[in-house]
């Protein structure tokens, strides 16, 4: 039971870590609760469809439909992420200023927002269909065993949503003055762990060179399978053995939506320099 | 994009064709065999082939590796070019009996 716990909550909680950055970073736009809500159930759904035909996608690409399907739905989220914040660089701190604003601002919110479902709606499917393959396994092989097991399965779940309700309740703590700073750093790294992950994927499956693999080994130092190892890679795509193209995605990721963000920003920037002078 | 991913796919098959393959089996939740001796210096393909019912997913934290492979199916994965080593890795679904080394030599 607890081995099953373990597994499930290693899945879980990357998704769990993403949606509580993103409901924290959307808190002052209204009705954002349903379309997280709807971003996790059609997640769930995914998750469902995507373990029943593992065996297909997998076969797809000559046998590289998994590292393809998993490349691309990291792609997917990383332009999703990068979207997002150089949108809230242009426009949050409207938001911050005046949490219900007229018409406009609110429909670009919901914009914004129906991104971030699909954002949601991907981590869960990614992470979703391993663990639904896993519990399924369970329930189909040791019959009538299986019980204590998915009980485990059950509290790896909910752990690791503790640990993401927890991220988001910090996060809400965090003074309104560093607040949109705080979320769109913390979903920057994010898109940047994403794209290094991607960019694994792609080694995996030969598409791509490892250029030296690894660049570094730290995983005496931190095992990426030890709880503060697990979250780092969660929160910022810390990898303890990293190839060095991984590390030319997360560079190009972090510069490409750092940049992306300065650019949003300086014309605001320069009307606020105007309207003082 | 389908023009993209035709052209990955071409990549790919171009590289399937010029790596060496080895086989690996999981029944009753082990490997088989449990070393396997791979060449060092040149990238491996692998393949696993799961007789189970249950899906596992390959891992190695060494090898920095990681594949769900179906229930009754099998999968590819590629390893390396590996410096001369022992590489572990693991049924991370069945860890109690699923493991087995790499030997890169």
Same mark, same amino acid.
Request: hydrophobic letters at 55%; charged letters at 15%.
């Given at each position: 039971?607890?081995?099953?716990?373990?597994?499930?909550?290693?899945?879980?909680?990357?998704?769990?870590?993403?949606?509580?950055?993103?409901?924290?970073?959307?808190? &002052?736009? @209204?009705?954002?609760?349903?379309? *997280?809500?709807?971003? $996790?159930?059609?997640?769930?759904? #995914?998750?469902? /469809?995507? %373990?029943?035909?593992?065996?297909?996608?997998?076969?797809?690409?000559?046998?590289?439909?998994?590292?393809?399907?998993?490349?691309?739905?990291?792609?997917?989220?990383?332009?999703?992420?990068?979207?997002?914040?150089?949108?809230?660089?242009?426009?949050?701190?409207?938001?911050?200023?005046?949490?219900?604003?007229?018409?406009?601002?609110?429909?670009?919110?919901?914009?914004?927002?129906?991104?971030?479902?699909?954002?949601?709606?991907?981590?869960?499917?990614?992470?979703?269909?391993?663990?639904?393959?896993?519990?399924?396994?369970?329930?189909?092989?040791?019959?009538?065993? &299986?019980? @204590?097991?998915?009980?485990?399965? *059950?509290?790896?779940? $909910?752990?690791?949503?503790?640990? #993401?309700?927890? /991220?988001? %309740?910090?996060?809400?703590?965090?003074?309104?003055?560093?607040?949109?700073?705080?979320?769109?750093?913390?979903?920057?790294?994010?898109?940047?762990?994403?794209?290094?992950?991607?960019?694994?994927?792609?080694?995996?499956?030969?598409?791509?060179?490892?250029?030296?693999?690894?660049?570094?080994?730290?995983?005496?130092?931190?095992?990426?399978?030890?709880?503060?190892?697990?979250?780092?890679?969660?929160?910022?795509?810390?990898?303890?053995?990293?190839?060095?193209?991984?590390?030319?995605?997360?560079?190009?990721?972090?510069?490409?939506?750092?940049?992306?963000?300065?650019?949003?920003?300086?014309?605001?920037?320069?009307? *606020?320099?105007?309207?003082?002078? | 994009?389908?023009?993209?991913?035709?052209?990955?796919?071409?990549?790919?098959?171009?590289?399937?064709?010029?790596?060496?393959?080895?086989?690996?089996?999981?029944?009753?939740?082990?490997?088989?065999?449990?070393?396997?001796?791979?060449?060092?210096?040149?990238?491996?393909?692998?393949?696993?082939?799961?007789?189970?019912?249950?899906?596992?997913?390959?891992?190695?934290?060494?090898?920095?590796?990681?594949?769900?492979?179906?229930?009754?199916?099998?999968?590819?994965?590629?390893?390396?070019?590996?410096?001369?080593?022992?590489?572990?890795?693991?049924?991370?679904?069945?860890?109690?009996?699923?493991?087995?080394?790499?030997?890169?030599?």
């Amino acid at each position: 039971m607890f081995a099953a716990a373990v597994i499930v909550f290693r899945e879980v909680l990357e998704a769990a870590i993403v949606i509580g950055i993103i409901a924290a970073a959307t808190r &002052s736009v @209204p009705a954002r609760g349903r379309w *997280l809500a709807a971003g $996790l159930l059609a997640g769930l759904a #995914g998750s469902a /469809l995507v %373990a029943v035909f593992a065996d297909a996608i997998g076969a797809m690409a000559s046998g590289l439909g998994q590292e393809l399907f998993n490349a691309g739905v990291l792609g997917i989220a990383v332009l999703m992420l990068a979207w997002h914040n150089i949108w809230m660089s242009s426009h949050g701190a409207a938001l911050a200023a005046e949490a219900r604003t007229v018409g406009g601002d609110i429909r670009d919110g919901r914009r914004s927002l129906s991104i971030l479902l699909v954002v949601v709606g991907l981590a869960v499917l990614r992470e979703g269909s391993e663990t639904v393959l896993f519990l399924t396994g369970i329930a189909a092989s040791e019959g009538s065993g &299986s019980g @204590p097991m998915l009980l485990g399965g *059950l509290v790896g779940i $909910l752990a690791g949503a503790a640990v #993401g309700y927890g /991220l988001y %309740a910090g996060l809400l703590r965090v003074p309104m003055r560093w607040f949109f700073g705080a979320t769109g750093l913390l979903v920057l790294l994010l898109a940047a762990g994403m794209a290094s992950q991607a960019a694994l994927f792609l080694i995996q499956a030969a598409l791509l060179p490892s250029l030296a693999a690894p660049l570094w080994d730290t995983s005496a130092l931190l095992p990426v399978n030890s709880v503060l190892g697990m979250l780092l890679h969660s929160l910022v795509g810390y990898d303890p053995r990293p190839a060095g193209m991984q590390i030319v995605f997360y560079i190009l990721a972090l510069a490409a939506i750092a940049g992306g963000m300065g650019l949003a920003n300086r014309p605001r920037r320069a009307n *606020l320099r105007k309207g003082t002078a | 994009m389908k023009r993209f991913l035709f052209l990955l796919t071409a990549i790919s098959t171009g590289a399937l064709a010029a790596d060496p393959e080895f086989l690996l089996v999981i029944r009753d939740h082990r490997f088989q065999p449990a070393e396997l001796t791979v060449p060092a210096g040149t990238r491996v393909k692998l393949r696993i082939e799961n007789q189970d019912a249950a899906a596992e997913e390959f891992e190695s934290y060494t090898l920095h590796r990681e594949k769900i492979v179906p229930g009754k199916g099998s999968a590819l994965i590629f390893i390396g070019p590996l410096s001369p080593g022992r590489y572990p890795f693991f049924g991370e679904f069945h860890e109690k009996t699923a493991e087995g080394v790499i030997i890169a030599k």
